[in-house]
């Protein structure tokens, strides 16, 4: 098979276009055969060297695609060759032609999804669901603000959150972005690029604010996050590139909260909850990933510039 290679931690030039021995199933594994792959920040923080927990060298980046089970181990229950899938996990790493898994990384994925849709799964709509409701205890009625919402994990939490009957405000930089958020549920939209743009958020409230608010920025974002916190609102922060500076006293007087959230502390049993949730929502149409382009495996190193990008529209995906 056909896969990408990281030797040394460094830019994307780093990742190798390489022909690799087919990956054996062994017990409890399930092989599968990839037709598209999830290009996720996180990748290129590992391959960069910067994220924290590092994989030994070399490997093949990646967690999240869909295909075809190709073959199963011993002990495997829940698959047979043949079954289309998506993964979020992978033993041998995604962005390859063939995948290797532990049975609990596969999940069923639903006709009504493409191979594409399936691989804009794993940590995008993980992500949000975690950062929505285990972490930020959402619940219906009350009134959640998305940042940065137009990227992948951005449109899984304005999908998931007006299906679980929140008021959702949203932010994006471009008139398009905004208007595919309002497609997907967002009663208000916020151009992000506009200094001050956050005092819209008290206004569309009547001066209320938010009560969830989910931060992709933090470092940019922070301090006035917390002005526009309606009274014990929650703040969770997935996401920032440096450090951020905030008046406490915003918090006192709401007895709100700053929550920090990474998807790689969830437990195998949060996981299966949270793929357990998401399944109702992808078989009824109410979550739907939106994929912004389809770029070829070997040129990997272009989805890594693009993904960091700011304008995102969408999941970028790999074809192998």
Do not use: W
């Amino acid at each position: 098979m056909n896969a990408i290679i990281v030797s040394d931690f460094g830019p994307p030039e780093m990742m190798k276009y390489e022909s690799l021995p087919d990956p054996v199933a062994a017990a409890g594994q399930v092989l599968v055969s990839v037709k598209a792959v999830g290009v996720n920040p996180v990748d290129t923080y590992i391959r960069s060297g910067a994220y924290a927990n590092r994989p030994s060298l070399p490997y093949t980046p990646g967690s999240d695609a869909a295909g075809i089970v190709l073959a199963t181990g011993p002990d495997v229950t829940r698959f047979t060759a043949g079954d289309r899938v998506y993964i979020a996990g992978s033993i041998t790493g995604a962005y390859a032609e063939q995948a290797l898994c532990a049975e609990p990384q596969v999940y069923p994925l639903t006709e009504n999804l493409t191979f594409a849709q399936g691989a804009a799964i794993g940590v995008p709509y993980a992500t949000a669901y975690r950062a929505l409701f285990m972490r930020g205890r959402a619940r219906a009625g009350e009134i959640a603000l998305i940042h940065g919402a137009t990227g992948g994990v951005g449109i899984a939490a304005v999908q998931l959150a007006k299906a679980a009957g929140l008021r959702v405000i949203a932010t994006g930089g471009t008139e398009k972005g905004r208007a595919l958020l309002s497609q997907f549920g967002a009663l208000d939209t916020i151009d992000h690029t506009i200094p001050g743009h956050l005092r819209k958020v008290m206004e569309f409230t009547g001066d209320k604010g938010a009560d969830i608010i989910i931060e992709m920025l933090a470092n940019v974002n922070l301090g006035d996050d917390c002005a526009c916190l309606a009274k014990q609102g929650r703040i969770i922060v997935i996401g920032s590139r440096g450090k951020a500076t905030i008046d406490a006293r915003d918090l006192m007087g709401r007895d709100a909260d700053i929550r920090g959230m990474t998807l790689f502390n969830a437990g195998p049993h949060d996981t299966t909850v949270i793929h357990a949730a998401l399944m109702g929502g992808f078989s009824d149409g109410s979550l739907k990933p939106v994929i912004n382009c389809e770029i070829p495996l070997k040129e990997a190193p272009r989805a890594h510039e693009m993904i960091m990008k700011p304008g995102a529209l969408g999941k970028i995906v790999l074809a192998p």
